[in-house]
């Protein structure tokens, strides 16, 4: 059975639910800027992206349905350049839940703008994890997108359990990146020279060494921080604005990370509700800190004050 926390009570209640999949998603194609397509085709594509990611087993561990991972795909499409070719956008959204409460703490909040793929409802969707770079590249380019960020998604909830518990999930994400499908100039984010702000550098840096730091702040900012705020809210608190010294630390060693912008595209929000509960001397020190590590964010910590 898969390890996780839940208060007693929701364990009482559902201990006697059966096995399920890994992955609770809902998925949503924005087509307003589409014209010209059958509704179907919309219709379809949602229907079958929602079943390719909660039906396939991502993990070999079981999964309760309580234990599965809340997760959200809007899909914004913004261009149909060619027959059954789309160019669209991704915005990736998932959760844990925090012990003892009733609330969740978001693990992604990520918009991946690099997304060019083929759509026909009448051919099925299909991935292999060990499948031939560029066959099919458009259409392989779809489920690569979802089984990369499928296994971002698992081992950031792992390591957010257990200190490194994610890294197997990360591995299997890098091999999605090793096998992306090419082509040429059209599909990109998977490759190190298409920027310094994509897939390729997010998935490389949860794995480098020199960011072996962030394992144990999302580690601690999880299980030793949220998980223990019912129970030591104040304690909890300071635990996880402890973490802020170390980010900034990361920040300086390696200017322009998108791996933190990452992590607080989630975690903004939740630190500044977790600042404006400290006392007024304490809160100027956090925010000073929050503006030095997270400038594209300043406006909303600004506001604390």
């Known amino acids: 059975m898969r390890k996780r926390l839940f208060s007693v009570a929701l364990l009482l209640t559902v201990s006697a639910c059966s096995y399920a999949q890994e992955l609770n998603c809902k998925v949503k194609i924005m087509h307003e800027k589409i014209q010209g397509v059958d509704k179907e085709v919309f219709n379809s594509m949602e229907r079958n992206i929602t079943s390719f990611i909660n039906t396939r087993k991502w993990t070999n561990d079981q999964f309760q349905t309580n234990e599965r991972i809340d997760c959200n ?51 099925p969707l ?38 490194n518990g994610g890294s197997d999930f990360f591995k299997k994400a890098q091999n999605v990146v090793n096998n992306a499908p090419e082509s040429g100039k059209s599909i990109t984010g998977w490759k190190a ?19 072996k730091d962030f394992h144990d702040i999302w580690y601690t900012y999880h299980r030793k921080g949220m998980d223990n705020m019912a129970s030591k809210p104040e304690e909890s608190r300071k635990v996880i604005l402890e973490t802020l010294p170390k980010l ?3 920040n300086r060693e390696n200017p322009g990370s998108i791996l933190l912008q990452f992590f607080f595209n989630a975690k903004s929000d939740e630190y500044a509700s977790i600042v404006s509960q400290t006392d007024p001397g304490e809160r100027t020190r956090y925010l000073a800190m929050l503006q030095q590590v997270d400038v594209q964010n300043v406006q909303k910590y600004n506001s604390i004050k």
Request: hydrophobic share 40%; proline share 5%.
């Open 73 to 123: 795909i809007m899909i914004n499409l913004v261009n149909k350049p060619d027959e059954d070719i789309f160019e669209a956008t991704m915005n990736i959204q998932a959760t844990r839940p925090v012990y003892n409460t009733g609330y969740t703490s978001p693990l992604i909040n990520f918009i991946d703008k690099d997304f060019k793929f083929r759509y026909n409802q009448f051919t």
């Open 126 to 163: 299909q991935f292999d994890d060990n499948r031939v770079a560029g066959n099919e590249p458009y259409a392989a380019n779809l489920t690569a997108m979802i089984a990369y960020y499928a296994y971002l998604i698992l081992g950031l909830d792992y390591d957010s359990f257990a200190l």
């Open 193 to 211: 020279v298409d920027g310094n702000k994509n897939r390729y550098w997010i998935i490389d840096q949860l794995l480098s060494p020199r960011y």
């Open 248 to 250: 900034i630390q990361m």
